[in-house]
């Protein structure tokens, strides 16, 4: 053979293979696209992905058409050998004939099976539970406790050493930090009766056999069993997360709307005593709206005239002996600090103290502050927080040991259920995670329709038959399977992720089944070419002869197209370590649904091709053949 001949072989394969592997990717491409979609937090984790497999993919395409036949002209030398003389593809042939053979004898029930095992899916479907996003394990815990609105500076500083001394007791525990009330900003507004520690853990292979990071928190949880004090469990980067996004600091929070303060109380009173027996709802309390203690000095009138004091002479006072009277600043560095001047803490810390603060009069010396005021405790709230102009408390929980779509949704139908009668102008908005969980749904809503919308316009334009289109795009479904079955075997909730796997499968999925459609179709070109068409020169048998060839004979191609799939996804599930927990649920539903798409592929797409051209045979007379070159 010389170099034209070659060249010319070579132009034919890239002819007959070409356009239909380039239009697989561009469906793969497509089917992607509406990522893009996603917004909040969903949009931001996986528009990276997104980008990065376009452009990957795009050039691939472009490589698969341009660059790739001018590297076969370069790299295939001698002579050429015929598919049989690969020893790897006679094994594949010598299983996938007869099992071919079968399922085109038997094909009623080869259908049958396939229903059976998506029947069998959809149930295992709805049966999972669901969430946000998969949690990230950050490898820290943040513990998050509150205590009672009005304790004191000190009870928290003895609270917090406690705390701090009992997590170190646990071998797992590195380090620990704590911090009670608000850090040195304005953007954090946490009360004195907050609490924050992180707790940074030791690596995994140093930790006591058997022991998980939920145990670890279970453990920790019974030891810091402390009255008074309501423990809470997160970690560090979600539970900023969460607060920036949704003003909530734990994965699902109750708000509750309204005017009065203390009716807000009532009503989250109600909520939690509902929500408490809810399986899944852990670390339940309700954000503090009242209970704070406030130091009221209140000035009687008529004693001020007889003494012939002003309202500023007395406050005047009570600012400089209480809060402290500037005197100066002192610079240190390019930080200023204020010189305050006020009475020692052994002259303010009770209330009888207070009382005794003197006043200068002009008429009667020196007098107590008792004398021309009122000193005493009231109860008021400890902060005043609002959304959308309304005042607004809230009851927060944690969910662990269950799904959070599942719980939230048991959860309101008891609230829904319980709580008929809230008072006019008050309501209840469900907030936190589930907040993102309801947008991104409805996203997806939109995105998947739009994904398997996009697939069938390419594979009709490509084409150009609705029949064609529709014998690659039921792919999908029995893709589904797959998927469904290892995800739900692996015990992971839906999800975004889960989601966004789903949607890479449908693309993979397609494509595969792309490469089956074209050899069919150039078998069924062969069967015209060699004896005509019409239903006098073709029989049924001729049909499946053909049918079989375009199947088996070309069975390397289909499968590297798989297996080339399955070999870069694979070891995703060895992966360790800070982020293997959202890659795992995207990577599951592709490697599910390729094994079963490629079994459907090659045993049931023959099967059903097969019975369509039997059918226009019947019908037409003749065969529709297509031109799947494009």
């Known amino acids: 053979m010389n170099k034209e001949q070659r060249l010319n072989i070579i132009e034919k394969a890239a002819n007959q293979v070409g356009p239909s592997v380039f239009w697989s990717t561009i469906i793969v491409i ?22 990065t497999k ?40 010598r299983v996938y004939g007869p099992l071919l053979r079968t399922c085109l004898k038997w094909r009623k029930t080869t259908i049958g099976l396939n229903i059976l095992a998506l029947a ?19 490898s820290s815990i943040l513990f998050m406790p509150i205590t009672l609105p009005d304790i004191s500076n000190a009870e928290a500083k003895r609270i917090l050493q406690v705390q701090d001394k009992i997590i170190m007791s646990v071998p797992e525990v590195a380090q620990v930090l704590g911090k009670a009330g608000r850090a040195s900003t304005a953007t954090d507004n946490s009360p004195i009766s907050m609490i924050e520690t992180i707790i940074l ?92 203690r406030y130091l009221e000095i209140d000035t009687r009138r008529e004693d001020l005239g007889r003494y012939g004091l002003s309202i500023n002479d007395v406050n005047a006072i009570v600012e400089s002996a209480l809060g402290g009277t500037p005197i100066g600043n002192t610079i240190e560095g390019r930080q200023r600090f204020s010189i305050n001047v006020r009475l020692a803490q052994e002259y303010r ?24 005021a009122n000193v005493q405790f009231v109860d008021g709230p400890p902060m005043i927080t609002s959304e959308n102009a309304q005042l607004r408390g809230a009851v927060l929980f944690n969910v662990r040991d269950r799904d959070l779509g599942s719980t939230v949704q048991e959860a309101i ?37 739009l994904v398997l919308i996009i697939i069938f316009l390419i594979l009709y334009f490509s084409f150009g038959s609705f029949k064609e289109a529709l014998l690659n795009l039921i792919t999908i479904p029995f893709a589904l399977v797959g998927g469904v079955f290892i995800v739900y075997f692996y015990g992971i909730n839906l999800s975004v992720a889960v989601a966004v796997g789903f949607i890479a499968l449908f693309g993979l999925a397609v494509e595969t089944a792309m490469v089956m459609v074209v050899y069919l179709n150039e078998a069924m070109s062969d069967l015209v070419r060699q004896k005509g068409n019409s239903r006098e020169t073709i029989s049924k048998a001729d049909i499946r002869e053909y049918v079989f060839r375009g199947a088996v004979k070309r069975l390397r191609p289909k499968i590297m197209t798989v297996s080339v799939s399955l070999f870069g996804l694979i070891p995703v599930l060895w992966a360790t370590g800070v982020g293997t927990d959202v890659m795992l649920p995207i990577v599951l539903p592709m490697i599910g649904g ?21 059918y226009e045979l019947k019908k037409h007379g003749k065969l529709d053949i297509y031109d799947v070159k494009h």
């Open 413 to 449: 139908q008891k609230l829904n259920s319980t709580l008929t009668d809230l008072p006019n102008g008050y309501r209840l908005e469900w907030s936190g995670q589930w907040e993102n969980q309801v947008r991104a749904n409805q996203t997806l809503k939109i995105i998947i329709p």
């Open 349 to 372: 810390n009770s209330l009888d103290r207070i009382r005794r603060i003197p006043i200068a009069t002009g008429t009667a010396g020196t007098i107590p502050l008792s004398a021309v």
């Open 120 to 138: 069998i899916s959809i149930p295992m479907l709805l049966r999972m539970g669901t969430e946000f996003m998969p949690p990230l394990d950050e």
């Open 201 to 292: 853990l030791k690596p995994e292979s140093e930790w006591r056999a058997g022991l998980t990071k939920a145990g670890i928190i279970q453990e920790l949880d019974g030891k810091l069993q402390i009255p008074g004090v309501i423990n809470g469990w997160t970690q560090p980067i979600i539970n900023r997360i969460n607060m920036l996004a949704t003003g909530i600091r734990t994965d699902v929070g109750v708000k509750v709307y309204g005017q009065q303060l203390d009716t807000i109380a009532a009503v989250s009173e109600k909520v939690r005593a509902a929500l408490g027996n809810v399986p899944g709802v852990n670390d339940l309390y309700i954000e503090p709206v009242t209970g704070g």
């Open 54 to 93: 376009t452009f990957i993919l795009i050039v691939d395409a472009l490589v698969a058409i341009t660059l790739t036949p001018v590297l076969i002209s370069f790299f295939i030398k001698g002579k050429l050998k015929p598919e049989s003389s690969n020893p790897l593809n006679r094994g594949l042939e």
């Open 594 to 614: 390729v094994f079963t798409s490629s079994i459907h592929i090659l045993l049931v797409t023959p099967v059903i091709f097969e019975m369509t051209k039997e």
């Open 30 to 51: 497509t089917s992607f696209l509406p990522v893009f979609l996603l917004s909040g937090q969903e949009g931001r984790l996986f528009s990276p992905l997104a980008w």
